[in-house]
C-alpha cells in the first residue's frame, strides 16, 4: 500500500490591470460619511492606462479622481457621496479601464463606529 499525502493547488489569476491593495477599507466620520479610500492601479504591460469609470456593484453613489503617477501607475481615490446606508459594510468597486475589456473588481469594507455610550448617571449623595 502506498501512502497518500493531500495536495493542495491554489491559483491566482491576474488580469492586465492590478490594484496595490487586495482590498480597501475605510472608517466613517462623525456624519456617517466613510472617508476616502486610495489605491495604485498598475497596467503591468507596456502602454498608457486610462480610468474610463468607478462604480459601485451595489449602486451606491461614488465619486473618484484618477492622479497618473507615471504613464502605467494611476493614484486613485474613491468617495462616498452620502452618508452610508448599506445594512452591510461590504461592497465592490468596478474599475473600468482601457486595457481590460472587464472592470477590476476591488473588494471594499467599510467599518462602522459604535454609537457613542452615553455617560452613566451618578447617584446624588
Do not use: C, W
Request: proline share 14%; charged share 20%; net charge positive.
Amino acid at each position: 500500500k502506498v501512502p497518500a499525502v493531500p495536495f493542495h493547488v491554489g491559483v491566482r489569476v491576474m488580469g492586465e490591470v492590478i490594484a496595490s491593495l487586495a482590498s480597501l477599507t475605510s472608517t466613517q466620520d462623525g456624519a456617517n460619511l466613510p472617508q476616502p479610500m486610495k489605491t495604485i492601479i498598475k497596467r503591468l504591460s507596456p502602454g498608457p492606462l486610462e480610468i474610463q469609470s468607478v462604480t459601485d456593484s451595489s449602486g451606491v453613489p461614488i465619486s473618484h479622481t484618477a492622479e497618473e503617477a507615471n504613464a502605467r501607475d494611476i493614484l486613485l481615490t474613491i468617495m462616498f457621496k452620502e452618508p452610508f446606508k448599506k445594512p452591510e459594510t461590504l461592497g465592490e468597486i468596478l474599475v473600468k479601464t482601457n486595457a481590460e475589456l472587464q472592470p477590476l473588481r476591488l473588494p471594499y469594507r467599510v467599518l462602522i463606529r459604535p454609537a457613542p455610550t452615553p455617560p452613566s448617571p451618578q447617584p446624588k449623595p
